[in-house]
């Protein structure tokens, strides 16, 4: 599941991108440079800079447990709103940098 930011997309799709992993290892929210944002694997594919280069933008890695991604993350709708309100505003202009970090 993918979210395209390049649609009128809502928090609600976001929720169901959240909740379409497990939460059983390290995921991070990444937006390409065509605008979609989907959750990569990052226990099987870390990444480098020259990677995070070729993207538009991503958050901070959510280790295994924190409970990020999954069921309990897509029903938290303070989380998925901060989660939202920093896609919107680092899509389609970025607001600092390419790293995003969602403080909550």
Known sequence: MV??????????DLARL????????????EVSAAGVADLS????????????ETLHCFFETWMQGTDFVGAS??????????????????YPGL?????IYVAL
């Open 73 to 90: 993350a897509a029903a938290d709708k303070t989380l998925v709103g901060k989660i939202a309100n920093a896609l919107r505003e680092n």
């Open 95 to 99: 607001k600092a940098g390419k790293f």
């Open 41 to 52: 694997d990052k226990t099987a594919n870390p990444t480098g800079a020259d990677y995070d």
């Open 18 to 29: 959240m909740g379409s992993v497990e939460d059983d290892r390290d995921w991070r929210l």
């Open 3 to 12: 979210v395209d930011l390049k649609t009128d997309w809502t928090n609600d």
